[in-house]
């Protein structure tokens, strides 16, 4: 903290000095030099805030490229995912190693998968026959499976009871999300923490 606050210090010292040594250099007009002087300021300025939080550059990067693409921010073992244009949460898991994209429910109490993503992830149903389970969009008939993995970056989870069902929606639901430590919205971002 104190080397960084003497860097600070004499970089800011340095800074003055060269816009003090520039104006009495200089045989101009007094609005030439306040102008050459704003300059130099405003340069020295920015390149003490980019000095200033170089350690958090990283960090901006990650979420512009998150707010652009989508993409979640991984911030050590604490995974952040941006809010899309519909103001839903959606996510790239890997379900038994196979890329599915999830819609993020927390009212949904199982995870479900449509019966196309099943099929390339080698789930099964568990049990033979269906079973009615009650939706935000009415009675749904759904196969019980369980899949080997479940994960969304480093967050892995293992025997995960997921649902299948006859349409393409694929809903991350609450058995997945209670298994983590804690979950939060956070402004426009989902926070998962395992």
């Given at each position: 903290?104190?080397?960084?606050?003497?860097?600070?210090?004499?970089?800011?010292l340095?800074?003055?000095?060269?816009?003090?040594?520039?104006?009495?250099?200089?045989?101009?007009?007094?609005?030439?030099?306040?102008?050459?002087?704003?300059?130099?300021?405003?340069?020295f300025a920015?390149?003490?805030?980019?000095?200033?939080?170089?350690?958090?550059?990283?960090?901006?990067?990650?979420?512009?490229?998150?707010?652009?693409?989508?993409?979640?921010?991984?911030?050590?073992?604490?995974?952040?995912?941006p809010?899309?244009?519909?103001g839903h949460?959606?996510?790239?898991?890997?379900?038994?190693?196979?890329?599915?994209?999830?819609?993020?429910?927390?009212?949904?109490?199982?995870?479900?998968?449509?019966?196309?993503?099943?099929?390339?992830?080698?789930?099964?149903?568990?049990?033979?026959?269906?079973?009615?389970?009650?939706?935000?969009?009415?009675?749904?008939?759904?196969?019980?499976?369980?899949?080997?993995?479940?994960?969304?970056?480093?967050?892995?989870?293992?025997?995960?009871?997921?649902h299948?069902?006859?349409?393409?929606?694929?809903?991350?639901?609450?058995?997945?999300?209670?298994?983590?430590?804690?979950?939060?919205?956070?402004?426009?971002?989902?926070?998962?923490?395992?």
């Open positions: 903290m104190t080397n960084s606050l003497q860097l600070g210090g004499l970089y800011i340095m800074a003055i000095m060269l816009v003090l040594g520039t104006l009495m250099s200089r045989r101009e007009r007094f609005a030439s030099r306040l102008g050459v002087a704003l300059m130099w300021t405003t340069t920015a390149g003490f805030v980019l000095f200033t939080f170089r350690d958090d550059m990283g960090l901006v990067a990650q979420r512009l490229r998150a707010e652009a693409t989508g993409a979640p921010v991984q911030e050590g073992a604490e995974i952040r995912i809010m899309a244009l519909d949460f959606w996510v790239d898991a890997r379900l038994n190693g196979e890329r599915v994209k999830f819609l993020v429910d927390s009212g949904a109490t199982m995870t479900t998968v449509g019966r196309e993503v099943a099929g390339r992830a080698g789930l099964t149903a568990v049990a033979p026959g269906y079973q009615l389970v009650r939706t935000g969009n009415g009675m749904v008939r759904v196969a019980t499976a369980q899949a080997e993995t479940l994960s969304i970056g480093s967050i892995e989870r293992r025997h995960v009871r997921v299948i069902a006859n349409d393409d929606f694929n809903v991350l639901g609450m058995s997945f999300l209670s298994s983590l430590r804690r979950w939060s919205v956070e402004g426009r971002w989902l926070v998962l923490v395992p």
